[in-house]
């Protein structure tokens, strides 16, 4: 079992010294050196047991300031913890920072050299891969210029590009591919999926939780330093989504001390968050509207959606329903406000009318959301809510897949 290890990490934990005054003369640093200093200690990670097998695409997600990217720069060798235990089996190519095993002063051509170098290969290896690392990176015609001159996204490029050639058998990736262009994140992530298909490893920390989603085997959410979940990452996307949801409103109700938004406990006199709109709850109904369970293949499909707003002040509201096969892949995401259509906040529940329901055979989970108008910030946010089952008669059950299109045969 050892053997198809790729990182083994038990009980890590990492603290960093944070001080509370700031030094910047001479006669400060005189007059500080005479007084109890004073900082506080801040626990980045905190004791985090977890293992990623070979081969595997291992996502990790969380908040600014969970931890992640501390935890990386650990496998990677560039901190030491406190205390705990990290194993590696196989070489690591480490992606963390903007500019890390770079020179500014140095052409592309030197700093491939030179941050290839650090990775561990010889110029040998450099020489014959060169090519390949320029041709990926897409920077030709600008690989005897001064890095410094490059923009963030093509020394993220460059960077990235030398990382992928290193050919280790672990690759670390912080989220600095949000820099690049959406050309080049796609042409990245089909490099991941080379990886993984060679047996390679990738662990990815990303904010992006579609792309962990949408790639990773397994998942991890962080949270204060501590592990919340390690397992699907649809799981850990789904908490991730509740959490920075609570965090959201506990800030605007800190905020704007609205007397609708908070409750005093019957308990213990603590304060009850309540939200500024909230999912009540979806019936599916039929073209009579009688609610159903079940629908056959293009039945038509009624998902009447309740909701209430406690913030009378908001004027416009985004609400989206998703939905997911067993897999928990997306079949389809729609809402009010890519529809053009506007949400009368005064009524307490919205159609969405689906004319031919053209999935076929299989249970499938419904997710539902209310979004603030401008941005995607969500007031609530209820994961697999409900089943959708769906039957298919005749012909129906000899096709295989999700859905039925509409066609003809010609000849």
């Known amino acids: 079992m050892e053997k198809e290890i790729a990182i083994s990490v038990k009980n890590l934990s990492k603290k ?16 500080s050196a005479l007084k109890p200093k004073a900082y ?51 070489m690591v190519s480490p992606f963390l920072e903007l500019g890390i095993g770079f020179n500014p002063e140095l052409s592309g051509r030197d700093n491939i050299y030179l941050n290839a170098t650090v990775l561990g290969l010889s110029k040998k290896q450099i020489d014959e891969k060169f090519d390949e690392i320029v041709e990926f990176s897409e920077l030709g015609r600008f690989i005897d210029q001064k890095l ?16 992928v050639h290193a050919n280790r058998d672990i690759l670390l990736m912080d989220e600095v591919l949000a820099v690049g262009d959406a050309n080049f994140q796609s042409k990245c992530l089909e490099e991941f999926s080379k990886y993984h298909d060679q047996g390679k490893t990738v662990i990815l920390v990303t904010h992006d939780i579609g792309t962990v989603q949408k790639y990773c085997d397994r998942a991890m959410l962080l949270r204060d330093g501590k592990v919340e ?14 959490q920075n949801m609570s965090d959201e409103e506990k800030r605007i109700t800190k905020g704007e ?10 308990t213990a006199g603590e304060r009850i968050v309540s939200k500024i709109a909230v999912i009540k709850g979806v019936d599916f109904m039929d073209e009579k509207g009688m609610k159903r369970k079940t629908f056959r293949t293009n039945d038509k499909l009624i998902a009447r959606i309740y909701y209430s707003i406690n913030d009378h002040k908001l004027k416009e509201c985004n609400l989206g329903l ?29 159609d969405i009318v689906f004319e031919k329901l053209t999935l076929l055979k299989g249970t499938y989970a419904v997710n539902l959301a209310m979004f603030k108008k401008t941005g995607m910030k969500a007031y609530d946010f209820k994961p697999n809510l409900k089943k959708l089952q769906v039957y298919s008669e005749g012909n129906f059950n000899l096709y295989k897949g999700i859905i039925s ?6 000849q």
């Not at 699907?232 to 989504?241: E, G, V």
């Not at 053009?340 to 307490?348: C, I, M, T």
């Not at 299109?405 to 010609?410: A, F, N, V």
């Open 148 to 163: 410094k001159n490059y923009s963030s996204g093509m020394q993220v490029r460059l960077a990235f590009s030398v990382a």
């Open 257 to 266: 001390k609205a007397e609708s938004e908070m409750a005093k406990s019957s």
């Open 322 to 350: 998703a939905l997911l096969d067993d897999t928990d892949h997306y079949i389809f995401v729609y809402n009010t406000d890519m529809d053009n259509f506007k949400l009368d906040l005064q009524k307490n529940y919205v």
């Open 40 to 90: 506080e200690e801040f626990k980045a990670l905190d004791d985090i047991s977890f293992e990623v097998k070979k081969g595997e695409f291992f996502g990790i997600i969380g908040r600014n300031g969970s931890g992640k990217s501390t935890l990386l720069k650990i496998l990677a060798g560039i901190y030491k913890p406190d205390s705990g235990r990290v194993k590696v089996n196989g």
């Open 16 to 31: 960093f010294v944070i001080p509370h005054e700031r030094i910047n003369t001479l006669r400060g640093a005189f007059v």
């Open 229 to 242: 979940i390690i397992g699907n990452p649809q799981d850990a996307a789904n908490m991730y989504t509740s």
């Open 405 to 410: 299109i509409e066609h003809t045969w010609r």
